[in-house]
């Protein structure tokens, strides 16, 4: 399983303190399919406008039907939708049984909280627990959103209804006059906030639930389900501007009065323009996490406000493609669930060193290929100082460590410190894997342990079977389970 932090820090034991490698993903599409037949000489790296070397560059895949070997996955499933009805719980169900692993770790960011929940080997029970806790945040957001929905059309059908009214007369004109003016100083402010609140995903909740995973490794994977019945207001407010817009083609003087406020309201609706897409990549490349959505309707019938579907359809797509996610507009949320799991995320690591300063860094990245192809590169082309530095602490935080190796017949000896503990601070997890590989790299011995501790230093003996005898590369592979953090040490031995 890959390490995917920000820029996915590795810090290797060859390299001195100042020359920390860095690893920068970059997904590389070929219209419509992603292309993997670069090399380290089809790519230029340049930071802030100076060219960096690049010393490696690693082809990977990602794909949430890969089960982890050592490192659990770190999955966030959020909910934008009216109600929690049986087609997510089936497809939430699906997710538990078919994908998730006892460990991975799992947070819910509800309409009103964001929880983290343990994973357990139990998945009925599981199951029941999730839909219980959802449902009772998504029920009550339901009504607040409901509440807040029909205000606003209260405000629209008595605009309707006086301009549909006969306003030939003086005082017709008067009347008309005012409940437009009165709909404009009230409906865009109430509208805005109804639609920051409720279409709109809360940016700072989002940095809130990717703060929980901290520093622990292994892929991330964003879930996101979105209902596009949330939209269904925009029909009607669109109605409601384009009447207004006919009112004042009609009576010109009036016009300068209300354009102004109908200008505003009209630009609340540009979902292109007014949707926070640069700030939500913003927050999933600085966390590496691949961001999927799942978009579907529960209306069978089609209104002229679904061109907001449309739009947002299109955003959704362009956030999950630049974080190698995928959106999947469905009728069937589980079905889309089960595509889901059978995507894979196609992509390079560009590996390179830090260069020590904190500061904002520009990222530009170009890829030829040997036949002069066209290429679209997605990555994170900017890093705020505060990102920088949030990495640099990652670096020199603890990590897991092997240490004090020895080999005396036989007979394995190692140090592991953990990094993490239970919430009760009483005990830590490791897994320890011990192989063999002979000199053509076959392998040709395994074991593989998992230990309860009281103390995060613990000392390993281990046995190796006698019939092992000649030269070998001897790996030792240690995984805090607790701290979902990986360590390796390679050594040549000579059993005898």
Known sequence: MACAVLLTFFVLPAFAAEAVRLMLPVRVWDEKQPFMELREENFKLLINDRQQEISGVLKLVASMEQRPEFLGRNFVLSFQVIEYGKQVQDAVSYFITEILNTTDSLYLYTPLNIYKFTVSSNKEKMIREVDELVKKDCDESQKRFEAA?????????????????DIDTDPGLVVSNKTIGTFLSIFPQEFLNFRNRYLFPNQEKYRQTLDFLGNRDGQRWWIHFQQGDIYRLMSKAHLAAKKIDGFCSLYEHVRFSFQNNLNQLERYFQLAE??????????????NIRYNALLWENRSDKSPGDDAISKLESILNQISLDTGGKLIHTTNPEQGIKNLKGYQDHYYELAYNFDGTVGEKKIDVTAVPANGKNLKLYYKKQYAEEEIRSMVQYVSGERVQISGFSLNKNQAKFSVNLV??????????????????NQGNSRAYRTENTLRSTRKDISISIPIPPQHKGTFKLVI????????????????????
């Open 274 to 287: 007014s949707f926070p897409t640069e700030q939500l990549l913003n927050i999933f490349t600085s966390s």
């Open 477 to 496: 592979t240690v995984c805090d389970l607790i701290a979902n953090r990986l360590a390796t040490m390679e050594e040549q031995v000579i059993l005898e």
């Open 149 to 165: 929905e029909k205000n606003l059309e209260t405000h629209i059908n008595r605009l309707l209804q006086q301009l549909s009214l």
């Open 420 to 437: 993490g503990f239970d919430e009760m601070e009483t005990f830590g997890l490791a897994k320890v894997r011990i192989e063999l590989f």
